[in-house]
T-cell receptor, first 114, second 115 residues
Framework: SQTIHQWPATLVQPVGSPLSLECTVEGTSNPNLYWYRQAAGRGLQLLFYSVGIGQISSEVPQNLSASRPQDRQFILSSKKLLLSDSGFYLC?????????????FGPGTRLTVL | AQSVAQPEDQVNVAEGNPLTVKCTYSVSGNPYLFWYVQYPNRGLQFLLKYITGDNLVKGSYGFEAEFNKSQTSFHLKKPSALVSDSALYFCAVRGSNTGGFKTIFGAGTRLFVKA
């Protein structure tokens, strides 16, 4: 069966510090991968998605970046965090074969920027 | 442009009563529609989806949703609510004509089921 891991689970960082959140998927190959941010326990904002190694689509201009160094690894980074980067970050994957495949979400990382 | 609207921030129902969580959408091409549920401090869990065919879709935990093309709606329903159904529910859409696999999520509806 497939599983998706995110770490760390929680993170408290000062403004201006760097960020690296990691997501890995097990039990599947060639997945689509996604990063979302959820503010205040409500709507999801799509940040990045990837259909293959090194292929990243950015949805929102911001000080965040994403990379996919391996097929089942997706990393969210920032060089300098802002207060507004606080939130709940969710990684997800879907089977690439069709547009109608549902997404499977990781447990999330709660980031607090102070 | 794709969009999803969940007009109710919160829905309150009594246990045992039927529940409905509303969703309307706008998309290019044929819509692929999804419902997800989120429990506190957890990731989202897939409930059900509409691709094509029968307008009534059945999913996990006794939930179902009805696709209405003319009203561009995809409301989530359950005949008899449980206290354990209390959670945050998200409607999502992906269009067959959109590039890539971008999915748009609604703002979410918080469901409270009272015993």
């Amino acid at each position: 069966s497939q599983t998706i891991h995110q770490w760390p689970a929680t993170l408290v960082q000062p403004v201006g510090s760097p960020l690296s959140l990691e997501c890995t998927v097990e039990g599947t190959s060639n997945p689509n991968l996604y990063w979302y941010r959820q503010a205040a326990g409500r709507g999801l904002q799509l940040l990045f998605y990837s259909v293959g190694i090194g292929q990243i689509s950015s949805e929102v201009p911001q000080n965040l970046s994403a990379s996919r160094p391996q097929d089942r690894q997706f990393i969210l980074s920032s060089k300098k965090l802002l207060l507004s980067d606080s939130g709940f970050y969710l990684c997800a994957w879907s089977v690439r074969t069709a547009h109608y495949n549902e997404q499977f979400f990781g447990p999330g990382t709660r980031l607090t920027v102070l | 442009a794709q969009s999803v609207a969940q007009p109710e921030d919160q829905v309150n129902v009594a246990e045992g009563n039927p529940l409905t969580v509303k969703c309307t959408y706008s998309v290019s091409g044929n819509p692929y529609l999804f419902w997800y549920v989120q429990y506190p401090n957890r990731g989202l869990q897939f409930l059900l989806k509409y691709i094509t065919g029968d307008n009534l879709v059945k999913g996990s935990y006794g939930f179902e949703a009805e696709f209405n093309k003319s009203q561009t709606s995809f409301h989530l329903k359950k005949p008899s609510a449980l206290v354990s159904d209390s959670a945050l529910y998200f409607c999502a859409v992906r269009g067959s004509n959109t590039g890539g696999f971008k999915t748009i999520f609604g703002a979410g509806t918080r469901l409270f089921v009272k015993a």
